[in-house]
């Protein structure tokens, strides 16, 4: 079992507090991505998980055995950085073998696992080059390959696809994920890219500014996010926020171009909070030119840019004071300045209090 728990852990630089006060259960097995904006603390949480970074508060515990005192080299973990972190004058088949020749693994069994790693990566006819002669994938291949020989309890990986084009980015976030899969071992990776998130994790820790903001599955944080910054970080192009105001016993949000009915799912959240201020979130993809079935509501947005990107067309328009950012179809691409029908998917609103910026729930 490697279940990774982190048990309110707490990092401070004297005055300077980076970390609050972080719970988090990883499971055995998991894919677990934490996520967030620059200086957010991730990378700092993954650091105390290795032991490269002082825990100043909280406790570790990797399989069950607190860590907060135990070396980096004894915590049966594997790490892969941004930066690789290859040696250069060692070919890839000696950067492969550093770690196991540190912890005196016999020949044979060091030469089973390196060509076993090789193979599963396709980095074999590498082997006896040096890193200079690779490109940025084969020698992030080469990265994690010197994380896979040491068959850790856990595998770290700190915002290891920053570096790569994003053709590339893609191509490994895939090869990372199907590895991660076929040797279930349980990962936390760190990355501010939401895509990633989105598409690696089996659960995301999503952080800000020291806290954690929500944990759940990618589908959970898309559909139900805990609160405005959860709903605008997580999503491409981001959630609209319109703000509004609850009106007719909270069935109706009024804001400044249109009035919407609250659909029956948000009743039992709305009914009690009549003339509360509210933020109305909407999806650029709830938004289109034409109704698809099911509530809806009708826009005339002024279109003020546009963004054609082939298989649809991203139009930025304001409706009454506000901004909003819809989908539409490449072939209906409107014009700067004219006016533009939009269509609300009503049901896939969300609704957030203004004042604590809380998702609106019946308590």
């Known amino acids: 079992m490697a ?16 970390i609050e006060s972080l719970d988090l259960a990883i499971k055995d097995e998991e894919f677990m991505v934490l ?6 603390g991730k990378s700092t949480a ?8 002082e825990i100043s508060g909280g ?29 250069p004058h060692m070919t890839v088949r000696e950067n492969l073998e550093f770690g196991l020749k540190i912890r005196k693994t016999p020949r044979e069994e060091m030469n089973r696992r390196v060509d076993e ?13 040096k890193p200079k002669q690779l490109s940025g994938g084969q020698r992030q291949r080469v990265a994690v390959g010197r994380a896979i020989v040491r068959k850790p309890a856990v595998f770290l990986f700190d915002e ?25 071992t349980t990962t936390v990776y760190v990355t501010h890219d939401q895509v990633e998130a989105m598409t ?24 139900q996010p805990a609160n405005l910054f959860v709903a605008g970080f997580i999503g491409t192009p981001p959630m609209n926020f319109i703000p509004g105001t609850l009106a007719d016993g ?60 082939g298989h649809e067309v991203i139009v930025h328009g304001r409706v009454g004071d506000d901004l909003m950012v819809a989908k539409t179809d490449p072939h209906r691409s409107p014009q700067m300045g004219m006016d533009f029908p939009l269509v609300i998917e009503a049901d896939a609103i969300h609704l957030f209090d203004a004042a604590t910026e809380q998702r609106l729930t019946v308590s």
Request: charged share 25%.
């Open 117 to 129: 790693a090789a193979q599963i990566l396709g980095i074999t006819e590498f082997l006896d080059r």
């Open 59 to 87: 406790t570790v515990s990797i399989g069950g055995r607190v860590v907060n005192d135990v070396a980096p080299k004894d915590r049966d973990i594997a790490m892969v950085f941004q930066s690789y972190a290859l040696y």
């Open 160 to 184: 290891p696809l920053s570096n790569l084009d994003a053709k590339l980015r893609v191509q490994m976030r895939a090869e990372i994920s199907r590895l991660q899969k076929a040797l279930k």
């Open 250 to 309: 909270g069935a109706t949000v009024v804001a400044s171009g249109f009035r919407l009915a609250v659909p029956e799912s948000w009743r039992a959240a709305t009914a009690r909070h009549d003339g509360k201020k509210v933020v109305l979130g909407i999806r650029p993809e709830n938004i289109r030119e034409e109704a698809r079935g099911g509530a809806t509501v009708q826009v005339t947005a002024k279109v003020e840019f546009v963004e054609p990107l």
């Open 46 to 53: 993954l650091r105390m998980i290795a032991g490269l970074e």
């Open 200 to 223: 690696m994790g089996h659960r995301i820790a999503i952080m800000r500014l020291g806290k954690l903001q929500q944990v759940g599955t990618p589908l959970e944080v898309y559909e």
């Open 35 to 40: 996520v967030g904006p620059s200086g957010c």
């Open 3 to 18: 279940e990774v728990i982190l048990d309110k852990i707490r990092k401070a630089y004297g005055e300077n507090v980076v």
